[in-house]
Nanobody, 118 residues
Framework: QVQLVESGGGLVQAGGSLRLSCAASGRTFNNWRMGWFRQAPGKEREFVAQIIWSDGRTTYADSVKGRFTISRDNAKNTVYLQMSSLKPEDTAVYSC???????????WGQGAQVTVSS
């Protein structure tokens, strides 16, 4: 059974940085993709970033390009989201997700709260 556990959320001032971690377990992820999504109060969940586990290709939402970086550590089976130049509008619950490379995201973590104060 795939398990995803996020950590690293918190409160930060605008302009600051945070790093989220997503520890994945339960299988090998060579043919999988890992993503970060976020949901702000009263809004729908939105895509933030994705990484293809096998070759490290990344994709970002326009709203975070140039500020956020997704990466993975194969040895630790962990995906990271480095967030810089944070804005109040980045405030949300951030969740990591996993799915087969050409499939849907079928597995989700519990979420981590990120709050950016102005």
């Amino acid at each position: 059974q795939v398990q995803l556990v996020e950590s690293g959320g918190g409160l930060v001032q605008a302009g600051g940085s945070l790093r989220l971690s997503c520890a994945a377990s339960g299988r090998t992820f060579n043919n999988w993709r890992m993503g970060w999504f976020r949901q702000a109060p009263g809004k729908e969940r939105e895509f933030v970033a994705q990484i293809i586990w096998s070759d490290g290709r990344t994709t970002y939402a326009d709203s975070v390009k140039g500020r956020f970086t997704i990466s993975r550590d194969n040895a630790k089976n962990t995906v990271y989201l480095q967030m810089s130049s944070l804005k109040p509008e980045d405030t949300a619950v951030y969740s990591c997700a996993a799915g087969l490379y050409l499939g849907a995201y079928n597995y989700w973590g519990q979420g981590a709260q990120v709050t950016v104060s102005s």
